[in-house]
């Protein structure tokens, strides 16, 4: 056997190794749900979008600040982009919308553009909406002002 299908197969089975040590902790429920994989389940419904609590806070400064307000039949396609009939720089004097960030009118080089970069272009890749959809495991997520004793 030539050495890289001894490589290949050792990394198949360590991953297999993994996969089955994860399944076995079943520490984090399945999306899909208790039934088993192969059988069908009806797929739950939807969360609801949580509207009514204003801007929130962010948890760490670079953190993109979670939207809230519905977006529900916000287009965002190459041609159209809903948000930014609020959100851009032009339009939040009359919308009352905060400007998308500095950070979005620079390219990848860190030049500044007159309107937002393409990388930025698709908001919800990075920004998004709060449900009242329960977490799946307890979070343990700790803010960095409380571990430096610094807390408000
Ligand atoms: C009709 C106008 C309007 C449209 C369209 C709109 N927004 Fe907003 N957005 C607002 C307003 C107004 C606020 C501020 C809400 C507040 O102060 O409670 C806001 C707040 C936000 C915030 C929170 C900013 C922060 O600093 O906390 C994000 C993120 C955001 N919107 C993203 C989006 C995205 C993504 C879309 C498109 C899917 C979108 N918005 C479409 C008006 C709009
Ligand atoms: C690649 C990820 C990414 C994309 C795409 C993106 N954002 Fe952001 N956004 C962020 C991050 C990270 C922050 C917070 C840090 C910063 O200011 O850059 C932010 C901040 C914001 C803020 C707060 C600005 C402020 O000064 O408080 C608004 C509003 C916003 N984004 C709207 C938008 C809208 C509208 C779009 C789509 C046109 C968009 N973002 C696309 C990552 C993204």
């Given at each position: 056997m030539r050495a890289w299908t001894i490589a290949l197969a050792l990394a198949l089975s360590a991953t297999l190794a993994v996969a089955s040590a994860l399944a076995q902790r079943g520490d984090a429920?399945?999306?899909?749900?208790?039934?088993?994989?192969?059988s069908s389940s009806p797929?739950?419904?939807l969360a609801e979008p949580v509207t009514d609590v204003g801007r929130?806070?962010?948890n760490y400064p670079e953190q993109p600040p979670v939207i809230p307000h519905d977006i529900e039949g916000y287009?965002?396609?190459l041609q159209t982009n809903a948000c930014?009939?609020?959100?851009?720089?032009?339009?939040?004097e009359r919308s009352g919308a905060p400007m998308i960030s500095i950070t979005h009118f620079q390219d990848r080089d860190g030049q500044m553009l007159a309107?937002?970069?393409?990388?930025r272009y698709f908001c919800t890749q990075c920004h998004v909406q709060q449900t009242d959809a329960q977490p799946l495991v307890e979070n343990l997520f700790v803010d960095m002002l409380e571990l430096s004793g610094s807390a408000n």
């Open positions: 429920p399945r999306l899909t749900g208790s039934q088993p994989l192969p797929a739950p419904s929130q806070m962010r287009q965002l396609t930014m009939t609020c959100h851009k720089r032009q339009y939040v309107d937002v970069a393409p990388r």
